[in-house]
């Protein structure tokens, strides 16, 4: 039988690369916030195409701190699509009210829906990019008020040159991503220096400078291992997805007419 997903066969075709990067990370003795962070974070940066991106512990954080770092918190309401429990969560732990809105046949949220959730309450909408499908984020921004905010999950969708038409995005690199560390990891991505500065200070004790804590935070960085692998995966990303691509139409040609199968 196939399996659905390798982790080890990926390993194994990087096997080299990776133990250099593990050796020569070592070797530095830098594990917190070092060169691999930044460099991960610039490189990451530049392969979406935004301006700003902060390495995270996870996707999950991620989505806590993006909600935090647009100043919002209890008594504010955010519309979450229903069919995304790990979204649910992450914006919940932010200390702010979900209201879950319905999601269209590609699992992406409904627009339509979304109009009729909106209470004056609501401050936020995440729309989260699901099984390769592209939430409609322009589409949204012109049925909801300038006032509601826009945060794109993008854990699930690591694209070249996607960009980010929301207000800021999140990105996931659990292992089984097309994009996944040996481990756990996240990002945040914006256009904004003030909303990166944030998030910067909320992954590290609030601090704004070192040992200068400005409100309650905890951590949630990104490690030095973790960046040092991502950078190397990211080098392959493209090839990995264009793969993915070519299997996808493959198996659509080949069962497209297998009854029960759509």
């Given at each position: 039988?196939?399996?659905?997903?390798?982790?080890?066969?990926?390993?194994?075709?990087?096997?080299?690369?990776?133990?250099r990067?593990?050796?020569?990370?070592?070797?530095?003795?830098?594990y917190i916030?070092?060169?691999?962070?930044a460099?991960?974070?610039?490189?990451?940066?530049?392969?979406?195409?935004?301006?700003?991106?902060?390495?995270?512990?996870?996707?999950?954080?991620?989505?806590?701190?993006?909600?935090?770092?647009?100043?919002?918190?209890?008594?504010?309401?955010?519309?979450?699509p229903?069919?995304?429990?790990?979204?649910?969560?992450?914006?919940?732990?932010?200390?702010?009210?979900?209201?879950?809105?319905?999601?269209?046949?590609?699992?992406?949220?409904?627009?339509?829906?979304?109009?009729?959730?909106?209470?004056?309450?609501?401050?936020?909408?995440?729309?989260?990019h699901?099984?390769?499908?592209?939430?409609?984020?322009?589409?949204?921004?012109r049925v909801?008020?300038?006032?509601?905010?826009?945060?794109?999950?993008?854990?699930?969708?690591?694209?070249?040159?996607?960009?980010?038409?929301?207000?800021i995005?999140?990105?996931?690199?659990?292992?089984?991503?097309?994009?996944?560390?040996?481990?756990?990891?996240?990002?945040?991505?914006?256009?904004?220096?003030?909303?990166?500065?944030?998030?910067?200070?909320?992954?590290?004790?609030?601090?704004?400078?070192?040992?200068?804590?400005?409100?309650?935070?905890?951590?949630?960085?990104?490690?030095?291992?973790?960046?040092?692998?991502?950078?190397?995966?990211?080098?392959?990303?493209?090839?990995?997805?264009?793969?993915?691509?070519?299997?996808?139409v493959?198996?659509?040609?080949?069962l497209?007419?297998?009854?029960?199968?759509?």
């Open positions: 039988m196939i399996p659905f997903f390798s982790l080890a066969r990926q390993y194994r075709a990087l096997r080299r690369e990776l133990t990067a593990y050796q020569e990370t070592c070797d530095a003795g830098v916030l070092g060169k691999n962070v460099a991960f974070e610039k490189e990451f940066a530049e392969y979406i195409g935004v301006a700003h991106a902060v390495g995270v512990a996870s996707g999950t954080d991620a989505l806590t701190l993006a909600v935090r770092a647009l100043g919002l918190g209890k008594g504010d309401e955010v519309l979450v229903a069919n995304s429990y790990p979204t649910v969560f992450g914006v919940a732990q932010a200390g702010v009210s979900i209201r879950l809105v319905d999601c269209q046949e590609d699992g992406t949220v409904s627009p339509s829906d979304v109009v009729r959730r909106i209470t004056p309450k609501v401050r936020a909408i995440v729309a989260v699901l099984y390769g499908n592209h939430a409609d984020v322009v589409g949204l921004k909801i008020p300038k006032r509601i905010r826009v945060i794109e999950d993008a854990a699930q969708y690591h694209k070249k040159n996607s960009g980010l038409a929301g207000d995005g999140i990105y996931s690199f659990y292992p089984t991503k097309n994009l996944g560390a040996l481990g756990d990891g996240g990002m945040v991505v914006t256009r904004s220096s003030g909303i990166a500065s944030r998030v910067r200070g909320l992954r590290m004790y609030g601090e704004k400078i070192r040992y200068k804590s400005t409100e309650v935070s905890g951590v949630s960085r990104l490690d030095e291992l973790q960046a040092a692998f991502l950078r190397i995966k990211l080098r392959h990303l493209d090839r990995w997805n264009n793969k993915r691509r070519d299997l996808a493959r198996y659509i040609q080949k497209g007419g297998v009854r029960g199968l759509s």
